[in-house]
């Protein structure tokens, strides 16, 4: 079992920076693939970005390339979120998620844990 915490919200203007943190307790992190992914009111849960156990492959959906970046530190068992140049259509719920393996890091379904989210809200 692995334990998810969420962090970093909040309400920010467009064009602002927020880092999210996800702390992962419960099984060795370094043997977890970890990945983002965000609801917004009314909308599908989708992916933001994924990064494999050793931090060697991050992926990205494309309306977050070049502005997001994901993270690991293996030592601290938490992932990060860098978000910058922030926009109005980046407000969502975002939650951190984990699996041993994905065949698709874009798929939630590839995904085991869960945290409970922290919103994100971008006023324009």
């Known amino acids: 079992q692995v334990q998810l915490v969420e962090s970093g919200g909040g309400l920010v203007q467009a064009g602002d920076s927020l880092r999210l943190s996800c702390a992962a307790s419960?099984?060795?992190?370094?043997?977890?693939?970890m990945g983002w992914f965000r609801q917004a009111p009314g909308k599908k849960r989708e992916f933001v970005a994924a990064?494999?156990?050793?931090?060697?492959?991050?992926y990205y959906a494309d309306p977050v390339k070049g502005r997001f970046t994901i993270y690991r530190d293996n030592a601290k068992n938490t992932v990060y979120l860098q978000m910058n140049s922030l926009k109005p259509e980046d407000t969502a719920v975002y939650y951190c998620?984990?699996?041993?393996?994905?065949?698709?890091?874009?798929?939630?379904?590839?995904?085991?844990?869960w945290g409970q989210g922290t919103q994100v809200t971008v006023s324009s």
């Open positions: 998620a984990a699996c041993r393996y994905y065949t698709d890091p874009t798929a939630s379904s590839d995904y085991d844990y």
């Open positions: 419960g099984r060795t992190f370094s043997n977890f693939a």
């Open positions: 990064i494999r156990w050793n931090g060697g492959r991050t």
